[in-house]
């Protein structure tokens, strides 16, 4: 059993921590966290489900203000585990990685640090092998990680030359204030960093693109312009989408109709916080034009990266050496695909 922590319990440190609970091979011992935050309160008011360990001791007054139990500091739980998983903000992780190092641990951190913190830039579909028994794995950002399922879904089946990318982004996720109440887009210069990293996981692909920030929360949207090294047909792209655990086809005929639709099916489907692992394609989007094939994605972005991190779990501590039989079990557990 591999023993998993996770530093910052914020948007993605919840629900990494709650995918790894869901793995019947691993075991959270705990998440941490520098103070008394919104997560954090919810966590003890649903009876700390896990334990809680302080990462900034100036704060421990006001954590037993609010009566948070502490299971100790940031290094007792990064002693206590076989790997942590980095959810701090941009910055914090390299820092941290510091102690990791100084522990011999391994450590799996999030989009949002720098390439060159990790010994590996990876995705669990796109090049697991990479990752295998390595000590510093980094993830793909949301948009990026969602991108490469798609792409590399098509890749295995006809094969994919180069991909031309337009990235409708959402500015900031639900309940965040920092990025101010907006009412205007925002053009980013080409090429998006979502192209760029397609490359450095792919790097048989050639890509390029534009980025537009959105005033908008529920998930980002992808267009996605892909040359295949063959011919196909929509039929083919539909059932290579359709076996791919982790995507999910929808259709606007079925009133799916954008981003704020599958939030809102996520909720129905009592998923918590609305959240989705997979990504989702419209079938109307989809289409052959001349030599190029067409498609439109939608990114949950608070919890897409999920799977690939626990594939990253499973690559950097050598549970699988095998991609296949690794990102199945993490579907399994996470039930995807069903």
Not at 79 to 89: E, G, M, R, Y
Not at 261 to 285: H, V
Request: glycine residues 10%; proline residues 4%; contains cysteine.
């Amino acid at each position: 059993m591999v023993k998993v922590g996770v530093i910052g319990y914020g948007v993605i440190g919840q629900r990494l921590a709650d995918g790894v609970a869901l793995q019947k091979d691993m075991e959270l011992v705990g998440v941490a966290d520098v103070g008394p935050t919104l997560a954090v309160m919810a966590l003890k008011e649903k009876g700390m489900i896990y334990d809680f360990y302080l990462a900034a001791p100036e704060n421990r007054a006001k954590i037993e203000e609010y009566g948070i139990p502490v299971s100790g500091s940031l290094e007792d739980l990064v002693k206590k585990v076989d790997i942590v998983l980095d959810a701090t903000s941009a910055g914090v992780g390299a820092k941290n990685k510091e102690i990791y190092a100084r522990y011999g641990k391994k450590a799996v951190f999030q989009g949002g640090e720098k390439t060159s913190v990790a010994d590996v830039f990876f995705h669990g579909y796109a090049n697991y092998e990479k990752g295998v028994g390595k000590q510093f794995l980094k993830l793909t950002s949301c948009n990026t990680t969602g991108l490469i399922r798609a792409v590399d879904c098509l890749d295995r089946v006809m094969g994919i030359e180069n991909v031309i990318i337009t990235i409708i982004r959402r500015v900031a996720d639900p309940g965040d204030y920092h990025r101010g109440l907006t009412n205007a887009l925002q053009v980013a210069p080409v090429p998006n960093h979502q192209a760029v990293d397609l490359m450095l996981i792919m790097p048989h692909i050639k890509a390029t693109g534009v980025l537009v920030h959105t005033p908008v929360t529920h998930g980002h949207i992808i267009s996605v312009v892909a040359k295949p090294r063959r011919a196909t047909t929509k039929e083919e792209i539909l059932e290579a989408f359709d076996q791919h655990p982790r995507i999910r086809v929808v259709r606007l005929a079925d009133g799916f109709l954008g981003n704020a639709s599958l939030f809102r099916y996520a909720r129905d489907l009592g998923n918590p916080r609305g959240d989705m692992y997979d990504i989702a394609i419209w079938d109307e989007t989809i289409t052959v034009f001349e030599d190029q094939v067409i498609f439109a994605i939608n990114i949950p972005q608070e919890a897409v990266v999920i799977p690939e991190s626990i594939d990253a779990i499973r690559a950097s501590m050598e549970i699988q050496t095998d991609g296949v039989e690794a990102v199945g079990l993490t579907n399994k557990y996470l039930k995807l695909g069903r």
